[in-house]
């Protein structure tokens, strides 16, 4: 089955303060998906990777696959309260719709 | 996009009752849907696959006639928590593919609280 792990398992940054989470898989990904959770609530989904090498953005939120479709990384930029939450990846197993998810990153800004 | 509709959002139950948590596809079929549990702090788990017209295949480790999934409708899967106890309190989420079959549309959750 594929695993992902995901680093760090959390962060603590100061508002303003760019910050990287990552995500490497045991094998090379169909897709890799980014949600954003706060725990007890559905998943926000923030973006879908599937080319090697693709790299995605939305407002201060950067994601990229590597060329060997085994690593993502998401990026936020000038970090605010509003992007405190759980972020999970998630990995298309090649079964459509079901996933794999990251054991997730518990981000705290602190304003 | 696609949408997956989850209800309810919330329930309390006693021990020993029975709960059923609702996922539907809105907007699209959906002959396949998947059922996640999340304990706190802790990563989504896949529980099952619920399967239109046939049996559900569950994981290893999860209790088919505790967590009965039935999969009615090409745009309705159900699972019911049965005899539940404080230990299945837990967020239960589904998801189900979108009509381009690639991409997982979630439904929004369920927080279950046994006592």
């Known amino acids: 089955s594929q695993e992902l792990e995901q680093s760090p398992q959390s962060l603590i940054v100061q508002e303003g303060k760019n910050l990287t989470i990552n995500c490497t898989s045991s094998?090379?990904?169909?897709?890799l998906y980014w949600y954003k959770q706060k725990y007890g609530e559905g998943l926000i989904f923030l973006m879908m990777?599937?080319?090697?090498?693709e790299e995605k953005s939305h407002e201060k939120i950067t994601a990229k696959l590597d060329e060997k479709k085994q690593q993502s990384s998401l990026h936020i930029t000038a970090s605010q309260p509003s992007h405190a939450g759980i972020y999970l990846c998630?990995?298309?197993?090649?079964?459509?719709?079901?996933?794999?998810f990251g054991d997730g990153t518990t981000l705290t800004v602190k304003p | 996009g696609a949408v997956v509709s989850q209800h309810p959002s919330r329930v309390i139950c006693k021990s020993g009752t029975s709960v059923k948590i609702e996922c539907r596809s809105l907007?699209?079929?959906?002959?396949?849907m998947f059922w996640y549990r999340q304990f706190p702090k802790q990563s989504l788990m896949l529980m099952a696959t619920?399967?239109?017209?046939?049996?559900?295949?569950?994981e290893q480790g999860v209790e088919k006639d505790k967590f009965l999934i039935n999969h009615a409708s090409l745009t309705l899967s159900t699972l019911t928590v049965t005899s539940a106890h404080p230990e299945d309190s837990s967020f239960y989420i589904c998801?189900?593919?979108?009509?381009?079959?690639?991409?997982?549309?979630f439904g929004q959750g369920t927080r279950l609280t046994v006592v």
């Open positions: 998801s189900a593919p979108g009509p381009a079959g690639t991409e997982a549309f």
């Open positions: 094998k090379t990904l169909y897709g």
């Open positions: 990777l599937q080319k090697g090498g």
């Open positions: 998630g990995a298309d197993t090649g079964n459509a719709g079901k996933s794999t």
């Open positions: 907007d699209f079929q959906a002959t396949t």
């Open positions: 619920s399967n239109e017209g046939s049996k559900a295949t569950y």
